[in-house]
């Protein structure tokens, strides 16, 4: 069976999060992505992989705390 390509609009539905957050991912290096043409692909084996393994935090990060 051949690895289904996605693009990010597709792995951000899938994880439940914003585009500009799969690429910020990508970017990171926590998953891997290939150029198709004009946009990034993602393998779905990748997706489900890091989907298996990431600790998602709901909500916006606390403010640090500076004297």
């Known amino acids: 069976?051949?690895?289904q390509e996605m693009f990010a609009s597709d792995v951000a539905a899938l994880l439940g999060i914003n585009r500009q957050r799969v690429n910020?991912?990508?970017n990171?290096?926590?998953i891997g992505r290939k150029i198709g043409g004009r946009y990034?692909?993602?393998m779905r084996s990748d997706?489900?992989?890091f989907r298996e393994t990431w600790n998602r935090k709901?909500?916006?990060p606390k403010k640090s705390q500076t004297v």
Do not use: P, T, Y
Request: proline share 0%; aromatic share 12%.
């Open 40 to 42: 990034w692909l993602f």
């Open 28 to 30: 990171e290096g926590r």
């Open 24 to 26: 910020q991912l990508a």
């Open 47 to 49: 997706i489900e992989r």
């Open 58 to 60: 709901a909500g916006r």
């Open 1 to 3: 069976m051949k690895d």
